[in-house]
C-alpha cells in the first residue's frame, strides 16, 4: 500500500512540472566573492583577477550549465528555466572576458569585424555549441515564452553601461523579486537614466529593445508606460509621472560606455 502511494505521489509530481531546479550555489559563491556592488546597488565592479583564481570554481559550474539536458530543462517552472539562462549567461559572460584578461579593456576586443564576441558559438549547452546570442535571443527572447522585459536588467555584458552583475545567484522561487529589485536599481542610476531639461532620458538599452519593454507587460504597451511603472526608482514627481503615463514626455537615449567593468 505504502508503496502504491509512493508512485501515485512521484508520477503526480512529474506530471505538475514538480522538478529539482538547478543547483545555482556555486555560482552564488563565487558572486558573493567576487563582485562589489558600487552606487548603492545601482552598479557593480567585478574582480577578474580574483576570478581568474577561481577558474576551477567557475568550471565546475559551467560544466554542471553543459550537464542539463533540453528534457530536463523542459520540466522546469518557467522561472527556474529563466534563472538558469541568466545565470549560464553571465557565467559564461565571466569565462570569456577571463579567456584575454588582463589584455582587454571592453568586451568588444574580443570580436572581429566579422563576429561579434556575442556571436561566437564556444557554449556546450542542450547538446549544441551556442554563442551568448543564442542564449539572449534565441532562448530567452526570441521563444516567446517568457514576455519578460526586465531580462534586460539581468544578463550582464561585463561593461559598465550595462546593468550590474548583482553578487548572488538568480533563483527560480525569488526570480520576480530579484528582477524588480534589479530593475529599480538600474533606473536608480543618474548616470544612466535621468530626468533633464523637460526630458527623460535613459539608457541606450530602452532603444535597442524598445519591443520587448511594449509588448503589453503589467499593461504597458509603449515605452512611456513601462517606464512610468518604475517612476518611482527615476526619481520623477507626480506631475512628471502623470506626463510620462499619457505619452506628453520625450525621451531621450544615452550613449553606452563599453569599458570592462572591472574592479
Not at 132 to 145: A, K, Q
Not at 188 to 204: A, C, H, I, P, T
Request: proline share 2%; aromatic share 12%; hydrophobic share 35%.
Amino acid at each position: 500500500m505504502r508503496f502504491r502511494l509512493l508512485l501515485s505521489f512521484i508520477a503526480l509530481s512529474l506530471s505538475s512540472g514538480a522538478w529539482a531546479a538547478h543547483d545555482h550555489s556555486g555560482w552564488d559563491s563565487l558572486l558573493k566573492r567576487n563582485v562589489v556592488v558600487t552606487g548603492g546597488g545601482t552598479s557593480s565592479k567585478v574582480n577578474y583577477s580574483r576570478f581568474k583564481q577561481d577558474r576551477a570554481k567557475l568550471k565546475t559550474y559551467l560544466d554542471s550549465t553543459s550537464s542539463v539536458s533540453q528534457t530536463t530543462f523542459n520540466r522546469w517552472s518557467k522561472n527556474d528555466q529563466l534563472a538558469f539562462l541568466i545565470n549560464a549567461y553571465n557565467a559564461w559572460t565571466v569565462e570569456l572576458i577571463l579567456t584575454e584578461y588582463p589584455n582587454l579593456k571592453s568586451i568588444k576586443d574580443l570580436g572581429s569585424i566579422i563576429r561579434s564576441p556575442w556571436k561566437q558559438n564556444f557554449i556546450p549547452l542542450f547538446g549544441k555549441t551556442v554563442s551568448l546570442d543564442h542564449i539572449e535571443h534565441t532562448l530567452i527572447r526570441g521563444s516567446g515564452r517568457y514576455n519578460e522585459p526586465r531580462i534586460h536588467f539581468a544578463v550582464n555584458c561585463a561593461s559598465i553601461g550595462c546593468p550590474a552583475l548583482r553578487n548572488t545567484a538568480y533563483r527560480g522561487n525569488a526570480l520576480p523579486a530579484q528582477l524588480n529589485a534589479a530593475t529599480k536599481d538600474f533606473l536608480r542610476d543618474r548616470s544612466r537614466n535621468r530626468f533633464k531639461g523637460g526630458k527623460l532620458e535613459v539608457s541606450n538599452i530602452f532603444k535597442w529593445y524598445r519591443g520587448d519593454f511594449e509588448k503589453g507587460w503589467r499593461g504597458a504597451n509603449n515605452l512611456n508606460q513601462f517606464l512610468a511603472i518604475y517612476a518611482n526608482a527615476l526619481g520623477l514627481t507626480k506631475g512628471q509621472q502623470a506626463a510620462l503615463k499619457s505619452g506628453k514626455t520625450k525621451i531621450g537615449f544615452l550613449s553606452y560606455d563599453w569599458r570592462l567593468n572591472r574592479t
